[in-house]
């Protein structure tokens, strides 16, 4: 593998027997590989700790703790249960050979070592995990891309259902309040009209971000709830802190300055809010807190805009 050479593989190599080592050593760099050593168990773990390996070649039998004790904690290990286990054992007995991937390991050869099928075999294994490892970052790029929105860069619509889903229920089970927060931009259509789609991007751009400022909990979550309407989803929050999130984010859009001369309320740019608070109950759905926000936006709307409304 050409992506294999540019970063060069570190094995760690596991046996209580120095010649070994050191012929596994010898081995492994021939191949181009870096090697570290550990003489047991232990060792093993210390090592794969600190330095991170891409293999481990791991003996069974060794004093202070055996490669089958080593190998089910490795597994434990942050990056453990990623990294491929060779076992390199004396023993072949059925028993062993069960134990040794009951415990975690990826592979086995027994001793006396025959050298080009180890060579093959650590070979294939880091090509394996190489590619998995590819694959696992590429699924997690297009997960956190399938859950924003490419103009504000906020989660979009489909995160935001996953997580009042997900909210709804938590809630429910801890009996907490779940508040949420629908906020429209006024006389947008105008704005578009008056300044140009581009400037309604970056007004977006702004107001997402004011947004974002605002919530301050881990918890919190702001979305892009559809055109140039946001929510916020604020778990374990009474209606008060609610009221209170609100204003603040009323206040900030309007401090953003963004001027906006064909609105009727402001010269700037100011959001309409609708704000539902519920302690979930397991047999109403989430669709309820929805709906109680939209008709709060509608009232925010109906009485004049820049302003909220529960
Ligand atoms: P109201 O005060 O009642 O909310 O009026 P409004 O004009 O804001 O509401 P309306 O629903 O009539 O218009 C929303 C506008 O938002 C129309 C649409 O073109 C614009 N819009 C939706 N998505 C985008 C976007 O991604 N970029 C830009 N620039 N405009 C968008
Ligand atoms: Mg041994
Ligand atoms: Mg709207
Ligand atoms: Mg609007």
């Known amino acids: 593998m050409n992506e294999l050479s540019v970063v060069k593989s570190v094995v760690l190599v596991v046996d209580d027997d120095r010649i070994i080592r050191c012929l596994l050593r010898r081995a492994m760099e021939k191949e181009g590989y870096k090697v570290i050593e550990a003489e047991n168990g232990e060792e093993c773990l210390a090592a794969f700790q600190s330095l991170a390996p891409h293999i481990v ?36 007995d059925k028993q062993s050979v069960d134990r040794a991937f009951e415990v975690g390991a990826t592979d086995f050869v027994t001793k006396p070592i025959h050298w080009p099928v180890l060579r093959q075999r650590v070979r294939r294994l880091l090509q394996t995990s190489f ?16 859950s924003l929105d490419g103009l504000t860069q906020l989660a979009n619509r489909r995160r ?55 919530l301050k909990r881990s918890t919190d979550l ?35 300055g963004i001027a906006h001369a064909k609105s009727t309320v402001s010269p700037c740019v100011t959001l309409s809010l609708g704000i539902a608070c519920l302690i979930p109950m397991p047999d109403v759905s989430s669709a309820t807190l929805l709906k109680a926000a939209d008709e709060a936006l509608y009232q925010a709307k109906a009485r004049g805009r820049d302003r909220w409304c529960v």
């Open 57 to 92: 070649l791991l003996d069974a039998i060794m004093p202070v703790m055996d490669g089958f004790t080593c190998c089910t904690q490795l597994q434990a290990l942050p990056g453990g249960d990623r990294t491929p286990v060779l076992m390199i054992t004396g023993l072949e």
């Open 131 to 146: 590619l998995f490892n590819q694959l696992e970052a590429a699924n997690q790029k297009l997960e956190r891309l399938a």
């Open 160 to 214: 935001f259902d996953e997580y009042l889903d997900q909210q709804w229920r938590h809630m429910a089970r801890e009996k907490l309040p779940l508040s949420l927060l629908l906020c429209d931009i006024d006389f947008f259509k105008p704005y578009n009209d008056t300044y140009g789609h581009q400037a309604g991007d970056l007004c977006l751009q702004n107001v997402g971000a004011a947004l974002r400022l605002a």
């Open 222 to 256: 702001v979305a892009r709830y559809g055109g140039e309407e946001f929510a916020a989803i604020l778990p374990n929050t009474k209606i008060f802190g609610a009221l209170h999130i609100a204003e603040t984010i009323r206040e900030q859009v309007k401090a953003l």
